[in-house]
Structure formats: C-alpha cells, structure tokens
C-alpha cells in the first residue's frame, strides 16, 4: 500500500515537472536556445497568483486564467526583445543573455517581495479524497488533472491546427519552413509564449501547495533540464513522460532512501541517459542531437 | 604587424609588474582583499578559458572543482594531518577523475549536453556536501583553525596569499601562452570552430578537449584550496555555488574568449564593478545584483567577442597610423 501511495505521490508530482520541462523543452526545440531563465518565469506566475490572491482576492485556479495570457506575452516579449537581436550570435552569448535575465528577475523579485517564503491560505489547501484507502491530496490531484489536460490540448493544438504544424516545422528544419512561407520570427514569438505559458500553468498550481520566494524557480529548472534530457531535447512528449518518470524517482527515493538525495538520484539517472541513449528515452532518431545551443 | 602586438603584450607585462609591486607600495588590506579576489577569479577564469574560450565546451559548473578542491585539501587536512600543499595533488586526481566521468559520456555528443552536464554535477556535488554530514558538516560548513605556518599554507599577512594567487595566476597565463602558440592551440581552436572539419583532418577532437578540461578544472580545484586556506570558513553554499560558476565564464567572456589575456582584463572589470555595486546599494537586497544582470545583458550583446580584440584592435590602428605617416617621412 506504501509503494502505491508513493507511486501516486510520484505521479502527481510528476505532472507539474512535466508541464515546466515541457515549456523548457516547446522553447529549446524551436528556438533552439536553452533559456535559463525559465524558472524566474515560474516564480514570476507564482508571484502573480499570490499578488491576485492578496487583492483581488482571486483563487488561484481562476486566476491562472489570466496569469497564462500575461504569461505568454512576457514570453513572447522576451523573444522579441532579448532573443530576437541575439539569435544568430554564438553559443555563449545566448547563454548569457537568459543567465543574465534570470540574475536580474531573481533580484528583481528580491528587492520587491524580500527573501519572505510567501504563501496562500485556502479552503482546500488540506483537503484529502480517499480512494481505495489511498489518500490524496485534492490541490495535487486537481494540478495533476490540469496538466493533463493541457498536456492534450497542446497535442491537439500541435498536430491539427495551421500554427501548431508551422511551429513543427520550425523545429523540424527551420530553413525549409521559412522557403515555405512561414514567417519564422513570428513562430519563434508564439513558441517562448506557449513555453513561458505552460509555466504560467505550472505556477497557478504550484501556489496552493508550496510558498513563494525569490529563487523558487532554480530547484525546479534543474529538475526540467534532467526532465529535458531524459525525454529528449526538443520532443515534447518526451519531456512530459520524462517528468511523470522523475516525479515517482523522486517520490520513490524520499520514501526509501531520504528526502536529502533525490538530487542525486536525478543525477545518477542524468548520466545513465547521457551514457546510454543520449537522444532520450522517448526519441525515434538522434535528431536530439542536432540541437545546438 | 606581430612586432606591435609584441609591444602590446609587452605593455600588459609591464602592468603585471606593477601588480606584483602595488601591494608593497599600497599597504591596505582591503585594496589587497579585493585584488586577492580579482586574481582568484582571473586565474579560474583564465582557466576556464582554456576549455571554454580555446575548445568552444562551455561549462557552467567550475564551482565543482573549485568547492571539490575546498574540501578535499581541507578534509585531509583536518582529519588526516595531510599539508594542503600535497592535498593539491590529491585534489588535482580527484578532478581528473571527475572530468573522465564528465567528458566522457557528453564529449562525443553534440549539443549542450556538456553544459547541462557540468551545471547538473556542481548542484549534486553542493547537495552531496549538504548531505553527507559527517565528511563535510552539511550547512554548517568548516572552520579552519587560524594557525600560521608554511605547511598549513596558512600565513600571517594578506601580502603572502596575493604573492601565491599572483604565481598561480602567471603560471596559468603562461600555460595559456604556450597552448597558444602551440600545436595544441590550434587543435582546440579548429574543434572550436568546426569539429566535424576538424576530425576530418585527423585531429582526435575528444582527447583534446578532455585535455582542456583536465587542464582547467585542476587549475580551478587548485584555486579552490588556496580559497580555503585563505577564507578559513566555507560552507556548500558558499563554493559550490551556480554564481561562481556563471561569473567565472562572464569574466572571460566580458574580457575576450579564447585570448591569453581576455580573462584577467575581464576579471578586472566585473570583480571590481561587483564590489562597487555592492557598497552603493547596501541596503536595498538584491539591488546590486539586478544592476549585474542587466548590465551583463547589455554587455553580451554590445561585445560578443569581448574587450580585449577591441582594445587590440584600437591599439593597431592607432599603431598602423602612425607608423604610416613615418614612411611618407
């Protein structure tokens, strides 16, 4: 019964790590820069949930709304503004132009909220549902259904609408889809949109079961960017496979181990990949591979 | 052409000198502090350079040398009475034992896996150091005694510990120089640029880079011991810290990449503007390091290449004027 409830735990923790990975993973397949600066998007979205929650007295399941539409125009500014320009300059200038901006959200975040651990009070905050004699929590679960769902509407989204196949292309060949009348910019805009709006998500349910602070969001990317090599650079589905996976190894080495070395089992599991099937678990070729920074 | 730029290096040895006499002229501790600090980061820089300026691998994880060669030197040195002069060469083993775990999964991949890879081994090494109490102390971190001796590498006076940071930093600018002017430059340098070229021509792309990075992290691990010894306290934090890592690799970018002077001009710079933001908004958190990050957006993409081509390409041009008005003497 231990190990179904930690398999449960695992898989509901798993959902928020896949919907951060796959954010990561929307920007770096088709931007094709690995943007450091994803987790200070997730701290900014939980900041913005606790901000509507202390004065417009919004929940934070309706105010994730909202917080996904800001979201994905600060994304789809940070591309225009900061990526665009730098697009086509080399490897450590793109680094540092997104390690610069999270440094600078970080201690944005610091000089406004403080250091505080900040956090929402609400109703169903410790509200359990037993099933099965399995307890669980009720906002983990609902933040699990959520990811789900987004999880499939990004999968419609990606394979039948007109801009869901131009940005497939993109990430595809992105030569071949600008001879193709695709106006390339344009996708890359709505690509760091959907990827900094997948956090925005992943942050509207994070509020009700952890605090906000500063540096919130380094824990998490690190956990992403394992997620992201696991399943795959650039393969979505992968990431989202890959953070259900992480989440129960994590689940599982708290419970059997200690909560102190899940980091290191990430790691030991980073290297196996790395080791044995580079391209990820989930991918068909070695197309991964061809990801450069 | 090469005679000028013989005088420019030769200018910049000159300042060097200077360095080494200043804090005997100087006699301040703080200046000394803080220029011991600019030449630890200018040699972990110059050494980093050597892996990510020369052979184009970026590392985002030298904290993991440098906290790697804190408490190693350290523990040996507390628990087992072993001199952080030969815990030096233990440490530079363990590096290269970390380097082969490192390299050798992620150097025959394209990619950034190299990176994640470095970030993701200096967060585990800083939780292991958190974890694993009864080596390191956790959170609580290790105290040296203060206890001045030669073997202890523990010394009185601020003027011995930036003697010995000032020897570590030429013998790494000299290291540098000789891979620049050697075969071995070139090779880096081609593997850089294009590394499928490269390995056409016969050059073994991953032998040498794991060169470099043996090269850079032992360099680093090094640093880290004189750091110790130095400090006298550090916790997992304080050196296996991602901002070490990050400002590390903006010193030789800000200062020119894959130049043997790049990073000291670097280091120069950002330590110094470090210092001065941090006593002009001392009591607004954060502050400081918002001003940091935006300024290094702005400087990555103003100089991509880095001050020190700019610089060299000033003092040509001024050069090649002048010396043209003296032939039509």
């Not at chain 2, 009864?134 to 601020?158: A, C, R």
Request: charge should be positive; hydrophobic fraction near 55%.
């Amino acid at each position: 019964m231990l190990l179904l409830q930690t398999l449960i735990a695992g898989l509901l923790l798993g959902g928020m790590y896949a919907l951060i990975s796959m954010g990561l993973n929307m920007i770096l397949g088709v931007v094709r820069i690995i943007n450091f600066a994803h987790g200070e998007f997730l701290m900014i979205a939980m900041y913005l949930s606790y901000l509507f929650f202390i004065w417009g007295n919004l929940d934070p399941y309706v105010s994730a709304i909202l917080i996904v539409i800001i979201l994905f125009f600060i994304g789809a500014l940070t591309q225009k503004l900061l990526i665009e320009p730098i697009i086509d300059k080399p490897a450590p200038t793109k680094i540092f132009a997104t390690l610069g901006l999270s440094i600078a959200l970080q201690n944005l975040a610091l000089m406004v909220f403080d250091a505080n651990y900040l956090s929402v009070k609400t109703s169903y905050q410790t509200s359990v549902v037993t099933l099965f004699n399995l307890s669980i929590s009720v906002p983990r679960l609902l933040a699990f259904v959520v990811a789900i769902l987004v999880v499939i509407a990004l999968y419609y989204f990606l394979q039948k609408t007109m801009v869901g196949r131009a940005i497939r292309a993109v990430s595809m060949q992105r030569t071949a889809a600008h001879l193709m009348g695709i106006n390339v910019k344009r996708i890359y805009m709505v690509a760091f949109g959907i990827g900094t709006a997948l956090v925005g998500v992943a942050g509207s349910m994070l509020l009700p079961i952890y605090s906000v602070f500063p540096t919130v969001g380094a824990s998490f990317v690190l956990i992403a960017f394992v997620v992201v090599v696991l399943g795959g650079m650039g393969n979505m589905f992968g990431a989202f496979y890959g953070g259900l996976i992480i989440g129960v190894v994590e689940s599982f080495a708290g419970v059997l181990i200690s909560p102190g070395v899940k980091e290191i089992v990430y790691f030991i599991i980073f290297l196996l990949v790395l080791l044995i099937k580079p391209a990820g678990l989930f991918s068909k070729g070695k197309g991964s591979e061809e990801v450069g920074l | 052409m090469k005679r000028n730029l013989k005088i420019f290096n030769g200018i910049l040895f000159v300042l060097l000198v200077i360095l080494i006499l200043s804090p005997i002229v100087l006699d301040d501790q703080f200046i000394l502090n803080v220029l011991i600090q600019i030449l630890m980061y200018a040699t972990i820089a110059t050494a980093w350079n050597l892996l990510g300026g020369y052979a184009g691998q970026l590392s985002l994880g030298h904290a993991l040398f440098f906290g790697i060669g804190a408490y190693t030197a350290t523990i040996l040195h507390i628990n087992y009475g072993i001199s952080p002069w030969l815990g030096m060469i233990i440490v530079v083993a363990v590096c290269i034992i970390l380097c082969a775990i490192i390299g050798l999964p992620t150097f025959r991949l394209k990619g950034p896996f190299f990176t994640l890879a470095t970030i993701a081994f200096a967060e585990v090494a800083r939780h292991l150091a958190l974890y694993w109490r009864e080596l390191t102390n956790g959170s609580v971190g290790i105290n040296i005694k203060f206890d001045p001796s030669f073997t202890n590498m523990i010394f009185q006076k601020f003027d011995t510990y930036y003697l010995l940071i000032l020897l570590l930093l030429v013998v790494t600018l000299f290291i540098t120089y000789c891979i620049d002017r050697n075969k071995m430059g070139y090779y880096l340098k081609a593997i850089r640029e294009d590394e499928d070229a490269a390995k056409t021509l016969g050059i073994n792309a991953t032998k040498y880079k794991m060169y470099a990075l043996i090269l850079s992290a032992s360099i680093t691990g090094i640093v880290g011991v004189f750091y110790a010894q130095f400090i006298l306290f550090f916790e997992p934090e304080s050196v296996f810290n991602i901002n070490i890592s990050a400002q590390v690799a903006l010193i030789a970018i800000v200062g020119g990449m894959g130049t043997v002077f790049g990073p000291l001009l670097g280091a120069f710079i950002v330590i110094p503007l470090n210092e001065l933001l941090r006593a002009t908004f001392p009591e607004i958190h954060g502050m400081n390091y918002f001003i940091y990050g935006v300024l290094l957006i702005v400087i990555i993409i103003i100089t991509p290449n880095g001050l020190y081509p700019i610089l060299k390409k000033l003092w040509l041009r001024f050069f090649v004027k002048d010396s043209s008005k003296g032939a039509g003497n």
